[in-house]
């Protein structure tokens, strides 16, 4: 059966605290997960979150949750996305260390969807991203996303408030290849009634193992 390990991680603001959901059996691969907005209500135990780990962690890859600082018993405070940055970047580290070996994933929902794709773009240790009610809304300038060639996986919820299906839908028609959207239909940005549509999809994804 396949087991959780819970830590802190050494972050640039003191303390991060961390879950490893390990895979059933040898990894494939190890990724990180990140939560939403740490002042709207996000942390690493939201649903969102746990599904799509649960959804890589059920195909082989060793998935990593973590509190932003200022989040639980986290170190630090709120730094608008700034330090949070590094933060993904400090447990992108973790699984490096602990899984030197394999290729890395990185993603995240909501606001965590856009740290994981800021830091993932540009960083060489992930191999393959993915975004999970991605704000589109929110984040004015997505010149950022326009030259990344890594395989993406976006996850919308069709009436999802900060970015529904035709917004994103925009989005995702300019970005350059490899890429996938899967838009769930009836859905909210939380994915409510629909966190086994968000799962599969992950999932589907993953079974592909888009980092190869």
Known sequence: MAQNEVFDIEGPAGRLEAILMHAEGPPVAAGVVCHAHPLHGGMMHFKVVFRAAKALQEHGVAALRFNF?????????????????????????????????????????????????????????PQALFALGFPVSMVPDVSFLEDCRKPRLFVQGAHDAFGDARQIGDLVSRLPEPKSLVVVRDSDHFFAGHLEDLQRAVGLWIAGHPWG
């Open 69 to 125: 600082r200022g989040v639980g018993r986290s170190e630090g405070v709120h730094d608008a996305g700034r330090g949070e940055q590094d933060d993904v970047r400090a447990a992108l580290a973790e699984v490096q260390r602990r899984f030197p070996a394999l290729p890395l994933v990185l993603g995240g929902f909501s606001f965590g969807s856009s740290m994981a794709l800021r830091v993932g773009v540009q960083d060489p240790r």
